[in-house]
């Protein structure tokens, strides 16, 4: 009994990491958009939902899986183009408009999925069916690859930021809009750059998820919810706090689920925000850095 709780407890952790590394791309990409432009953009989780079913329709219309990867973070990041020259630069620097404005995106995406996609969850074969075996536990090898990829990409994004001439405009425009704006920084393609890039790391994670997850026109309700508990004990704008804040929150959720249902263990997950905000009312890290 004691072996079999101890196997639970790995497989679970093991599982929570995984989930920590792709909420962590996801959740960057949210922190990403209210670093730099100060909106919280709603409609986030349903650009999550649009790379996992483009990643299906590549899966279905190519053969190929990896190609829908690339065709989903791809076509998402020039939909965030769109997007932020279409409806959030008419509205820019008022935050409860902005709200608004992608509260009323989330809907229609999620409409234009549902008459396109369907109303009922598809789901995908496994593009690795292969399990590694530690400790007498057997793990599905593709999570593993996905926790690969996601931390690769995670990496990726600091060496971007810190290693190019954009990610440099990027994080100038972050700590001073207007200093860096004096200095000929172009904020406004910044702006739209960067939109576009939180969008691409939304759809990758809905890409390489959705061989785990069900495909589903509202799978991006309840990643939503868990990228804005990351992002807010992470300290809104902080990346390093949203990669930290993940790193804690998805674990905890992986071993507490075996304790408790679900909804329960989301509920700890609340509590630990709650913990969190009143101790340091600005998140872990708070601003970015």
Same mark, same amino acid.
């Given at each position: 009994?004691?072996?079999?709780?101890?196997?639970?407890?790995?497989?679970s952790?093991?599982?929570?990491i995984?989930w920590?590394?792709?909420?962590?791309?996801?959740?960057?990409?949210?922190?990403?958009i209210?670093?730099?432009?100060?909106i919280?953009?709603?409609?986030?989780?349903?650009?999550?939902?649009?790379?996992?079913?483009l990643s299906?329709y590549?899966?279905v219309?190519?053969g190929?899986?990896?190609?829908?990867?690339i065709?989903?973070?791809?076509?998402?990041?020039?939909?965030g183009?769109?997007?932020?020259?279409?409806t959030?630069?008419?509205?820019?620097?008022r935050?409860?408009?902005?709200?608004i404005?992608?509260?009323?995106l989330?809907?229609?995406?999620?409409?234009?999925?549902?008459?396109?996609?369907?109303?009922?969850?598809?789901?995908?074969?496994?593009?690795?069916?292969?399990t590694v075996?530690?400790?007498?536990?057997?793990?599905?090898?593709?999570?593993l690859? !996905? @926790?690969? $990829?996601s931390?690769?990409? %995670?990496? &990726?994004v600091?060496?971007? /930021?810190?290693?190019?001439?954009?990610g440099?405009?990027?994080?100038?425009?972050?700590?001073?809009?207007?200093?860096?704006?004096?200095?000929?920084?172009?904020?406004?393609r910044?702006?739209?750059?960067?939109?576009s890039i939180?969008?691409?790391?939304?759809a990758?994670?809905?890409?390489?998820?959705?061989?785990?997850?069900?495909?589903?026109?509202?799978?991006?309700?309840?990643i939503?919810?868990?990228?804005?508990?990351?992002v807010?004990?992470?300290?809104?704008?902080?990346?390093?706090g949203?990669? !930290? @804040?993940? $790193?804690?929150i998805?674990? %905890?959720? &992986?071993?507490m689920?075996? /304790?408790?249902?679900?909804?329960e263990a989301?509920?700890?997950?609340l509590?630990?925000?709650?913990?969190?905000?009143?101790?340091?009312?600005?998140?872990?890290?708070?601003?970015?850095?």
């Amino acid at each position: 009994m004691l072996s079999e709780l101890l196997m639970r407890m790995i497989f679970s952790l093991t599982n929570g990491i995984v989930w920590a590394l792709v909420i962590a791309l996801i959740a960057l990409g949210l922190s990403f958009i209210f670093g730099l432009m100060e909106i919280i953009n709603v409609a986030h989780g349903e650009l999550y939902m649009i790379g996992a079913v483009l990643s299906w329709y590549g899966l279905v219309w190519f053969g190929n899986f990896w190609l829908g990867v690339i065709m989903a973070s791809l076509i998402v990041g020039i939909l965030g183009i769109v997007l932020e020259r279409a409806t959030l630069r008419p509205v820019e620097g008022r935050p409860a408009h902005t709200v608004i404005v992608t509260i009323g995106l989330s809907y229609i995406l999620q409409q234009i999925v549902l008459a396109t996609f369907g109303g009922w969850p598809q789901k995908m074969p496994d593009p690795l069916p292969v399990t590694v075996q530690f400790l007498n536990v057997k793990y599905p090898g593709y999570r593993l690859l !996905v @926790a690969g $990829l996601s931390a690769f990409a %995670l990496i &990726g994004v600091w060496l971007f /930021l810190h290693r190019t001439s954009l990610g440099l405009w990027i994080r100038a425009a972050m700590q001073d809009k207007e200093m860096a704006s004096a200095m000929g920084i172009p904020v406004s393609r910044v702006y739209m750059i960067t939109f576009s890039i939180g969008a691409m790391l939304a759809a990758l994670g809905g890409a390489l998820a959705a061989p785990v997850v069900q495909v589903f026109y509202l799978m991006g309700l309840d990643i939503l919810s868990v990228s804005f508990i990351v992002v807010i004990i992470g300290g809104l704008g902080s990346l390093k706090g949203t990669f !930290v @804040a993940s $790193l804690i929150i998805n674990p %905890l959720e &992986g071993i507490m689920i075996i /304790l408790l249902t679900p909804t329960e263990a989301r509920i700890v997950s609340l509590i630990a925000m709650a913990a969190v905000l009143l101790v340091r009312p600005k998140g872990l890290f708070g601003v970015i850095k």
